[in-house]
C-alpha cells in the first residue's frame, strides 16, 4: 500500500520563532565560547604562563663552570639546562626544525587552522594520528610540560590554554625570538640534558653555533621521541630519523642535491660529553667548588632581587675559575701514566703477604663501620651477627681498576680489603704570582672514590715541612752557607732519628739539599718552634700547627692546597697569595655577582724568599728530588726547585716542586697510613710521588700553546745583598762560625 507524503507548511508566525531560536543558539553557543576563553585566559581553569615565563621558560637553568681559556668544564644541575641566544643558533638548526615540525611557521599567528582541521580529519575519520601543533604550540607545550594533564578532559581544556598562549607568543614576539624560545625549552631525553645548549654539548661537545647540517638534524629528528630516536639507544632508527630531516631540509630548498646527499652518508659522529660530577674533567674540582661558591655567597649575603639565595642548581650562573683546561687533562694523564706502574709494584708487595694481620685487621672494622651498608643495615635494625653475616656473603658490585671500572662478584670485606689496597694520589698546581689554581685532581676515581684529597684531606707533611724552618732561619740572618751540626742530639725530651749525607758540619744549603734530620733539629732549636710554627701559618698551612720542635721534620698533617700555596710564596718573593679557585660568578643575564678578591700577605723578606728558592732548587740539581732530571720521571732541564717528603713507614709520600711560573704539589698514600710500602724504594717522595710532578710538568713546558717559558727565577726587585755561593763565603777573611758574626762581618 502506497502511502502519501503530507506537505508541511509553516506558518510566518513559526518561520520567526525558529529563525530566534537558532540565532540565540548560534549566538549563545558564540558566547559560551568567548567567556571560556575568556575564563582560560584569565586562569578560570589553571594558571597560564606569565611573560616572564616566556621569555626566560624553565627556571631551573644549569649553572655552567667555565675555565680561565672559556671552555666549559661542567655544570650543576637538577636539569641539565642552558639558554642560547638566536644569533648562537646555527643556520641549520632553524632549517631542520621549520621544514620537519611547521612549514608554513612563517606565514600564520600561532596556529595553523588549514593544519588543525586535517589534522581532526585524520584523526576522527581516518583514524590515522597526525600532529598538527605548530612550533609556538609546541613552544606552549613545553610551558606546561611539568604540570602536563593526563586525563582528557583536563588534556582538552589546557589544549585551549595552549592555543591561547600561543597567540600571546605570535602577538608579542618575533619569530626570532618564538625560535630562540623553543630551542631553549626543548627535552632530549638524556641525562636530563633540556635545551639546544644542552643538547649540541651532550651529543657531540660543541656550541649550537658551531652544528652542521646532519648534527642539526639529528637533535631535531629527536625532539619526535626523545627515546626512541636517541642516537645512544636506537643508532639505527635514529639515523633514519635523521636522514628524513635532512630530505625535509631538501624538500624546503635549504639543502642541495649534492649536500643532502653528502650529509645522508655521514655517520652518527657522536662526541658524547656528560657534565655531571663522576664524569668529564676535574670532578673533584667541580665538587669541592660547589661546596665553596655556596660557602661564599652565604658569607657576603649575596642573594637575589627577592632576597632569596642563589640555587646552583637552577639559576643558570656562570661561574669563571682560573682552571686551564689542557693542563687539568695533563694532571690528569700524569697520575694515570705513573699510578698504574706505581699500583702494580704494590699489588706484587703485597701478593703472598697478608696486609690486615695483627693489630691492622682494626683498619678491616673501620672500613665496614664506615659503609654504607653497614650503616643502612645498623639502622634497619639487623644483629652484629647478620651483619657480619651479609659482608662475607658474595654480592655483585663494580670496582675500580686502572683499566676501568670492572662488574664482578666478592664479599663486601673483600671489597673493603681491595680498596685499602688501592693507592691514591692527589696533585694541585698554582700560579704563585696571581694564586690562579691550574689544575685539580682530588683523587684516582671520583666515581669509586669522591673524597677530595687536594683540600678536604690532610696527611702527615714529613720533609715537605723542612723549608719553613730553614725560612725563620735565613729571614733572620742566618746565611744558607753557614754550617750546622749534623749528628744525633737530645733536645728535651725529643731525639730524632735520621742518617748522616752531606758531612757534618754540614752548611743549611746542604742540609735541606739532602733532607737532613739531625741538621733541621739543631736548626729549629736555634730559631725557637714557636717562630717555625709561626711562619707556618702565616704561609697558609690552616691545619694544626703546634708549637714542638718535631714539627721541622713535618710530624703534623696538611692539605696539598695549603702546602702548594705556602711554597708559592717563596717564589713569589715572599709574598703569600691565597689559592684561587673563582675569578667571577656572573647571574643567568650576564649581570657581575661576585669577584673574588684572594688574602695577600707579605710573610718573608723578599731576599730571604730568593734565597730559599736557591736553596731548594739544590733539592732537584743533585739533592734527595734529582730524578725529576731523569727522563723516565720527566726529564725536565728548565729552571726548578721542590722538596720531597716522606713520612713514617712510607705512609705518605710528597713532592712540592716549582717553576719561575707554576708550582705544583703532589701527595700518594693509601687510604689508611697503616697500610703502606714496606720499602723506600717505591715509597719514598722521590718514587711515589715526584714522577707524578715531572709528567705533569714535561706535558705543560711540551705544549708551547700554554706559553710557559724556561726563563730563569728573576731576582728581587731591589737586588741581593747576601752571599749565596759558598765558596766565596768561606774564603771570606775572618769566618766566624757565629751566624750573627758572619752575618755582620758581610754586610748582610
Given at each position: 500500500?502506497?502511502?502519501?507524503?503530507?506537505?508541511?507548511?509553516?506558518?510566518?508566525?513559526?518561520?520567526?520563532?525558529?529563525?530566534?531560536t537558532?540565532?540565540?543558539?548560534?549566538?549563545?553557543?558564540?558566547?559560551?565560547?568567548?567567556?571560556?576563553?575568556?575564563?582560560?585566559?584569565?586562569?578560570?581553569?589553571?594558571?597560564l604562563?606569565?611573560?616572564?615565563?616566556?621569555?626566560?621558560?624553565?627556571?631551573?637553568?644549569?649553572?655552567?663552570?667555565?675555565?680561565?681559556?672559556?671552555?666549559?668544564?661542567?655544570?650543576y644541575?637538577?636539569?641539565?639546562?642552558?639558554?642560547?641566544?638566536y644569533?648562537?643558533?646555527?643556520p641549520?638548526?632553524?632549517?631542520?626544525?621549520?621544514?620537519?615540525?611547521d612549514?608554513?611557521?612563517y606565514?600564520h599567528?600561532?596556529?595553523?587552522y588549514f593544519?588543525?582541521l586535517?589534522?581532526i580529519?585524520?584523526?576522527?575519520?581516518?583514524?590515522?594520528?597526525?600532529?598538527?601543533?605548530?612550533?609556538?604550540?609546541?613552544?606552549?607545550?613545553?610551558?606546561?610540560s611539568?604540570?602536563?594533564?593526563?586525563?582528557?578532559?583536563?588534556?582538552?581544556?589546557?589544549?585551549?590554554?595552549?592555543?591561547?598562549t600561543?597567540?600571546?607568543?605570535?602577538?608579542?614576539?618575533t619569530?626570532?625570538?618564538?625560535?630562540?624560545m623553543?630551542?631553549?625549552?626543548?627535552?632530549?631525553?638524556?641525562?636530563?640534558?633540556?635545551?639546544?645548549?644542552?643538547?649540541?654539548?651532550?651529543?657531540f661537545?660543541?656550541?649550537?653555533?658551531?652544528l652542521?647540517?646532519?648534527?642539526a638534524?639529528?637533535?631535531?629528528?629527536?625532539?619526535?621521541?626523545?627515546?626512541?630516536?636517541?642516537?645512544?639507544?636506537?643508532?639505527?632508527?635514529?639515523?633514519?630519523r635523521?636522514?628524513?630531516?635532512?630530505?625535509?631540509?631538501?624538500?624546503?630548498?635549504?639543502?642541495t642535491?649534492?649536500e643532502?646527499?653528502?650529509?645522508?652518508?655521514?655517520?652518527?659522529?657522536?662526541?658524547?660529553n656528560?657534565?655531571?660530577?663522576?664524569?668529564?674533567?676535574?670532578?673533584?674540582?667541580?665538587?669541592v667548588?660547589?661546596?665553596?661558591?655556596?660557602?661564599e655567597?652565604?658569607?657576603?649575603?649575596?642573594?637575589?632581587?627577592?632576597?632569596?639565595?642563589y640555587d646552583?642548581?637552577?639559576d643558570?650562573?656562570?661561574?669563571y675559575?682560573?682552571?686551564?683546561?689542557?693542563?687539568?687533562?695533563?694532571?690528569?694523564?700524569?697520575?694515570?701514566?705513573?699510578?698504574?706502574?706505581?699500583?702494580?709494584?704494590?699489588?706484587?708487595?703485597?701478593?703472598?703477604r697478608?696486609a690486615?694481620?695483627?693489630d691492622?685487621?682494626?683498619?678491616?672494622?673501620?672500613g665496614?663501620?664506615?659503609?654504607?651498608?653497614?650503616?643502612e643495615m645498623?639502622?634497619?635494625?639487623?644483629?652484629?651477627?647478620?651483619?657480619?653475616?651479609?659482608?662475607?656473603?658474595?654480592?655483585?658490585?663494580?670496582i675500580?681498576?686502572?683499566?676501568?671500572?670492572v662488574?664482578?662478584?666478592?664479599?663486601?670485606m673483600?671489597?673493603?680489603?681491595?680498596?685499602?689496597?688501592?693507592?691514591?694520589?692527589s696533585?694541585?698546581?698554582?700560579?704563585p704570582t696571581?694564586?690562579?689554581?691550574?689544575?685539580?685532581?682530588?683523587?684516582?676515581?671520583?666515581?669509586?672514590?669522591?673524597?677530595?684529597?687536594?683540600?678536604?684531606?690532610?696527611?702527615?707533611?714529613?720533609?715537605?715541612?723542612?723549608?719553613?724552618?730553614?725560612?725563620?732561619?735565613?729571614?733572620?740572618?742566618?746565611?744558607?752557607?753557614?754550617?750546622?751540626?749534623?749528628h744525633?742530639?737530645?733536645?728535651?725530651?725529643?731525639?730524632p732519628?735520621?742518617?748522616?749525607?752531606g758531612?757534618?758540619?754540614?752548611?743549611?744549603?746542604?742540609?735541606?739539599?739532602?733532607?737532613?734530620?739531625?741538621?733541621?733539629?739543631?736548626?729549629?732549636n736555634?730559631?725557637g718552634?714557636?717562630?717555625v710554627?709561626?711562619?707556618?701559618?702565616?704561609?697558609?698551612i690552616?691545619?694544626?700547627?703546634?708549637?714542638?720542635?718535631?714539627?721541622?721534620?713535618?710530624a703534623?698533617?696538611?692539605?696539598?692546597y695549603?702546602?702548594?700555596?705556602?711554597?708559592?710564596?717563596?717564589?713569589n718573593h715572599?709574598?703569600?697569595?691565597?689559592?684561587?679557585m673563582?675569578?667571577?660568578?656572573?647571574?643567568k643575564?650576564?649581570t657581575?655577582?661576585y669577584e673574588?678578591?684572594?688574602?695577600?700577605?707579605?710573610?718573608?723578606n723578599s731576599?730571604?724568599?730568593?734565597?730559599?728558592?736557591?736553596m731548594?732548587?739544590?733539592?732537584v740539581?743533585?739533592?734527595?728530588?734529582?730524578r725529576v732530571r731523569?727522563?723516565d720521571?720527566?726529564?725536565?732541564?728548565?729552571?726548578?726547585?721542590?722538596?720531597?717528603?716522606?713520612?713514617?713507614?712510607?705512609?705518605?709520600?710528597?713532592?712540592?716542586?716549582?717553576?719561575?711560573?707554576?708550582?705544583?704539589?703532589?701527595?700518594t698514600?693509601?687510604?689508611?697510613?697503616?697500610?703502606?710500602?714496606?720499602?723506600?724504594?717505591?715509597?719514598?717522595?722521590?718514587?711515589?710521588?715526584?714522577?707524578?710532578?715531572?709528567?705533569?710538568?714535561?706535558?705543560?713546558?711540551?705544549?708551547?700553546?700554554?706559553?710557559?717559558s724556561k726563563?730563569?727565577?728573576?731576582?728581587p726587585?731591589e737586588?741581593?745583598?747576601?752571599v749565596?755561593?759558598c765558596s766565596?763565603?768561606?774564603?771570606?777573611?775572618g769566618?766566624s762560625?757565629?751566624?750573627e758574626?758572619?752575618?755582620?762581618?758581610?754586610?748582610?
Amino acid at each position: 500500500m502506497k502511502r502519501e507524503s503530507k506537505n508541511i507548511k509553516l506558518t510566518p508566525e513559526e518561520i520567526s520563532k525558529y529563525t530566534r531560536t537558532f540565532w540565540l543558539i548560534l549566538w549563545g553557543a558564540i558566547a559560551f565560547v568567548c567567556l571560556f576563553l575568556i575564563g582560560v585566559r584569565v586562569g578560570l581553569f589553571g594558571q597560564l604562563p606569565s611573560f616572564e615565563d616566556l621569555e626566560n621558560p624553565r627556571s631551573n637553568l644549569a649553572s655552567e663552570i667555565l675555565t680561565e681559556d672559556n671552555r666549559v668544564l661542567g655544570t650543576y644541575y637538577l636539569q641539565n639546562r642552558s639558554n642560547v641566544k638566536y644569533s648562537e643558533l646555527s643556520p641549520h638548526l632553524v632549517h631542520a626544525l621549520v621544514s620537519t615540525e611547521d612549514k608554513r611557521f612563517y606565514d600564520h599567528s600561532g596556529i595553523d587552522y588549514f593544519r588543525t582541521l586535517t589534522t581532526i580529519f585524520h584523526t576522527v575519520v581516518l583514524r590515522d594520528k597526525q600532529g598538527g601543533s605548530t612550533i609556538t604550540q609546541q613552544l606552549a607545550l613545553n610551558l606546561f610540560s611539568e604540570r602536563r594533564e593526563r586525563s582528557t578532559i583536563k588534556r582538552v581544556m589546557q589544549k585551549f590554554q595552549e592555543w591561547i598562549t600561543a597567540v600571546r607568543l605570535e602577538r608579542n614576539y618575533t619569530k626570532e625570538e618564538i625560535i630562540m624560545m623553543y630551542f631553549n625549552t626543548v627535552d632530549f631525553g638524556y641525562k636530563n640534558t633540556f635545551g639546544i645548549k644542552s643538547g649540541a654539548r651532550t651529543f657531540f661537545n660543541t656550541t649550537p653555533d658551531k652544528l652542521t647540517a646532519e648534527q642539526a638534524a639529528l637533535l631535531v629528528g629527536m625532539l619526535k621521541g626523545p627515546t626512541m630516536y636517541s642516537p645512544i639507544r636506537a643508532e639505527e632508527r635514529a639515523k633514519t630519523r635523521r636522514n628524513q630531516v635532512l630530505i625535509n631540509m631538501h624538500a624546503e630548498n635549504f639543502l642541495t642535491d649534492a649536500e643532502l646527499a653528502d650529509a645522508k652518508n655521514k655517520p652518527l659522529g657522536l662526541n658524547v660529553n656528560i657534565s655531571s660530577y663522576g664524569e668529564g674533567v676535574a670532578p673533584y674540582f667541580r665538587s669541592v667548588l660547589k661546596d665553596e661558591i655556596k660557602k661564599e655567597l652565604k658569607r657576603l649575603a649575596i642573594t637575589k632581587a627577592d632576597g632569596t639565595p642563589y640555587d646552583l642548581d637552577r639559576d643558570g650562573l656562570r661561574i669563571y675559575t682560573p682552571l686551564n683546561y689542557k693542563m687539568q687533562e695533563y694532571a690528569e694523564e700524569a697520575q694515570k701514566e705513573w699510578m698504574q706502574k706505581l699500583q702494580r709494584e704494590f699489588d706484587k708487595q703485597w701478593r703472598s703477604r697478608n696486609a690486615f694481620s695483627g693489630d691492622k685487621a682494626k683498619l678491616l672494622e673501620t672500613g665496614m663501620r664506615r659503609s654504607d651498608r653497614y650503616r643502612e643495615m645498623k639502622e634497619n635494625g639487623a644483629s652484629a651477627e647478620e651483619i657480619k653475616k651479609a659482608f662475607n656473603t658474595k654480592v655483585s658490585m663494580s670496582i675500580f681498576t686502572w683499566k676501568g671500572s670492572v662488574d664482578t662478584v666478592m664479599t663486601p670485606m673483600d671489597s673493603i680489603k681491595y680498596n685499602k689496597l688501592m693507592l691514591r694520589n692527589s696533585i694541585m698546581a698554582m700560579d704563585p704570582t696571581t694564586g690562579h689554581i691550574k689544575a685539580w685532581v682530588g683523587g684516582i676515581n671520583f666515581e669509586h672514590y669522591k673524597y677530595d684529597q687536594v683540600k678536604m684531606g690532610i696527611r702527615q707533611v714529613g720533609s715537605t715541612a723542612k723549608p719553613f724552618t730553614y725560612a725563620v732561619a735565613i729571614d733572620n740572618g742566618y746565611s744558607p752557607c753557614y754550617t750546622v751540626p749534623n749528628h744525633q742530639q737530645t733536645y728535651g725530651n725529643w731525639t730524632p732519628r735520621g742518617s748522616v749525607q752531606g758531612g757534618d758540619p754540614i752548611t743549611l744549603k746542604n742540609a735541606i739539599k739532602y733532607s737532613q734530620n739531625f741538621a733541621t733539629a739543631f736548626v729549629i732549636n736555634e730559631v725557637g718552634a714557636a717562630s717555625v710554627a709561626d711562619l707556618t701559618r702565616k704561609m697558609g698551612i690552616t691545619s694544626d700547627v703546634p708549637n714542638y720542635p718535631s714539627i721541622a721534620l713535618g710530624a703534623y698533617e696538611a692539605s696539598v692546597y695549603d702546602m702548594v700555596g705556602a711554597y708559592s710564596a717563596f717564589v713569589n718573593h715572599g709574598t703569600w697569595i691565597e689559592p684561587t679557585m673563582i675569578l667571577r660568578i656572573e647571574d643567568k643575564n650576564g649581570t657581575p655577582i661576585y669577584e673574588r678578591t684572594p688574602k695577600v700577605l707579605k710573610v718573608l723578606n723578599s731576599e730571604s724568599a730568593y734565597i730559599m728558592v736557591d736553596m731548594l732548587r739544590g733539592v732537584v740539581d743533585g739533592g734527595t728530588g734529582s730524578r725529576v732530571r731523569r727522563a723516565d720521571y720527566g726529564g725536565l732541564t728548565i729552571p726548578m726547585g721542590g722538596k720531597t717528603g716522606t713520612t713514617n713507614d712510607n705512609s705518605d709520600a710528597w713532592f712540592i716542586g716549582f717553576t719561575p711560573q707554576l708550582v705544583a704539589g703532589v701527595w700518594t698514600g693509601a687510604e689508611d697510613r697503616g697500610v703502606s710500602f714496606s720499602s723506600m724504594q717505591y715509597g719514598q717522595g722521590a718514587a711515589a710521588a715526584l714522577p707524578v710532578f715531572g709528567l705533569f710538568m714535561k706535558k705543560v713546558y711540551n705544549d708551547k700553546s700554554l706559553n710557559y717559558s724556561k726563563m730563569d727565577f728573576p731576582k728581587p726587585p731591589e737586588g741581593m745583598t747576601r752571599v749565596m755561593d759558598c765558596s766565596e763565603y768561606s774564603r771570606y777573611e775572618g769566618y766566624s762560625s757565629e751566624p750573627e758574626l758572619q752575618d755582620d762581618r758581610l754586610g748582610f
